[in-house]
């Protein structure tokens, strides 16, 4: 049966929202999603009570798979993994929580979701940022209501302990992003030093495919050093301050192809993590500017 493209304009978003935070690609999230549209054309519109609960439902069972069989893969990744990156600004949602929606697409938390099991980034995923009830949890991921609550809970305290504090104004972010970037241009060791968080981490992304450190880079003086090599290495591209996963970061292009997206996280008016995706098969939605 035919679907009203109405329905996929209505729902596309929703649904895209909730299988990036789940999958952290944006090409396998919309492959989730254009499976449980081809699903839908397969059964009787009649039978289904509410349509966005349905779609939710098998777009979550789609992801879960997925995330089940990708944790394989990125056990032989070469480097380290970063999820693809999302720039611009997200389509419109329905949110439960604005905060809880902005804070689950930052690089920072997507990578602390990594480290749950499928069952319990689905489980925390689909309460606590998209506040759906632990009886349509149950059902997707094929357990009780109360392990769902367990499963939530334990991510929770894990998303807790791991994920970095966004309480810093977006005023006082970009500054310290503009003093960021005229330090590493203009090549002030200890001005950038200065902004970096004692803790302070960089990971590239190059899948295998790019040159890229295989290691995360920590310490401030460490990962000076490495960003101005990479400034040196990027000369002849141009770059662009951009909306990254609903944060600061770069986009870096050369002959009209993005090369290199980067991200920044800001805690307590330092950079506490740089994170650098070059890995092309990550890009190829990126379109230039």
Known sequence: MAIDPRVWQQQRGYLLAIAYRLLGSVTDAEDAVQEAFLRLERVDLDDIAELRAWLTTVVSRICLDELRSARARRETYVGPWLPEPLVGVEPPLDPVDQVAQQ????????LVLERLSPAERTAF????????????????????VVA??????????QVRAGAPRFD?????RHRVIVAFQAAVEGGDVEGLVRLLDPEVVFRTDGGGVVAAARRTVAGPDRVAQLLFGLNDLYADASQRM??????PGLVMERDGIV?????????????????VIVNPAKLRHVHPG
């Open 168 to 172: 810093v104004s977006s005023d006082d």
């Open 242 to 247: 951009a909306v990254v996963n609903g944060g």
């Open 125 to 144: 995923v689909l309460h606590d940022v998209f506040g759906l009830e632990f009886a349509e949890i149950a059902d997707i991921v094929g357990r009780s």
């Open 148 to 157: 769902c609550r367990k499963l939530a809970s334990r991510a929770r305290a």
């Open 103 to 110: 804070e689950s697409v930052q690089m920072a938390m997507l």
């Open 259 to 275: 090369i290199a997206v980067a991200t920044i996280t800001v805690t307590d008016d330092a950079v506490t993590a740089i994170d």
